[in-house]
């Protein structure tokens, strides 16, 4: 099942201990927006989530490519596709 744009910021969130206010702060948007937007009710804006890609230290295909893509595609290019955080 693919995931959406708003399962995988949440993911991103949790992986991170964060909580809602927390990365909203972070990325200076407000936390309940950001409520909606993982919970599909609303849809990010290209500048929000190069944001949260900036703030994890990612690159922002995480949000748009399926997970088993981007590692085909990295290993393609004899590359790994990790995500890790800058904070």
Do not use: C, W
Not at 17 to 42: H, Q
Not at 51 to 67: L, Q, R, S
């Amino acid at each position: 099942m693919k995931q959406t744009i708003g399962e995988r910021i949440k993911k991103l969130r949790i992986q991170h201990n964060m909580t809602l206010k927390e990365l909203g702060e972070a990325v200076d948007f407000n936390y309940s927006n950001l409520s909606k937007i993982e919970r599909g009710i609303r849809k990010p804006h290209i500048d929000f989530l190069q944001k949260v890609a900036d703030f994890y230290g990612i690159e922002m295909a995480y949000f748009f490519t399926d997970p088993l893509e981007r590692e085909k595609q990295a290993d393609s290019k004899g590359k790994k596709y990790y995500i890790h955080s800058m904070k």
